[in-house]
């Protein structure tokens, strides 16, 4: 009994020494994180980023990259703007250089573009959609539209949860890259839909034509540093931050023609 005692004795103070041994080579330095204000001094202003000289230039980001945190943090949105959309620009003037389609409007290009013809069809889809993208989005927004939307929504899918429902759905089940739109079709109704890779319902190809009014890009890059997997609740934060009053006033826009 007395040598197990003594055993035990021995295991317990080499035990001792190895924990203090570890403890003298563990050496801990706490790194402050940097703050919001630093963060967005490293990443600069939306206004700083510049296309090269050409047909198409960048639609103004009209907020400043933190401003949809934590929907949709700095992180994501500047590297969104200025790597992602600044590409697509860039390759579309290059796509259009020389060409008919060089003096046309965005919108003239999609309706007009060879669906075959890829460098042009996914570098002209991939400026318009995220220039539409920018603008359906707004610090302090969300909520419900009012007036002329909000009735035509309720005409065209009963209620403002059913339209929800139902666009969430399209955005979910989008395999693969793409965007969830909502768009005024030919005879004026407000439809739902979706697109692969950069297509929209304005090209020639599209399953449902249209005018987009509201567009979500459901690419990764939109929200995989934010959600990873979970596209369902980048889909849902999205709904946070939509600008109604701009999605109304594309609708007007598309009732006065």
Known sequence: MKKLHLLISVLFLFMTLLSCNNKKLTEVVEVPLPTTEQTVAIMG???????????????????????????????????HYSKHYLTYTNNLNKAVLGTPLENLTIEEVLSKLDPNDAALRNNAGGFYNHSLYWKCMAPKAGGEPTNALAEAI??????????????????????????????????????????????NPLMRN???????????????????????????????AFFNVINWNKVAENYDAILKK
């Open 45 to 79: 202003s939306p206004d700083d980023v510049k296309a090269e000289e050409g047909s198409f230039q960048l639609e103004k980001l009209p907020y400043a990259y933190n401003a949809l945190a934590p929907n949709i943090s700095a992180t994501t949105l500047e590297m």
């Open 154 to 199: 309720i005409k065209d899918f009963g209620s403002f949860e059913d339209f929800m429902t139902l666009f969430k759905n399209e955005a979910t089940k989008q395999f693969g890259s793409g965007w969830a739109w909502l768009i005024v079709d030919r005879t004026g109704k407000l439809q739902v839909t979706s697109t692969p890779n950069q297509d």
């Open 206 to 236: 599209a399953a449902v034509p249209g005018t987009p009014i509201l567009a979500l890009d459901v690419w990764e890059h939109a929200y995989y540093l934010d959600y990873q997997y979970r596209r369902k609740n980048y889909i849902d």
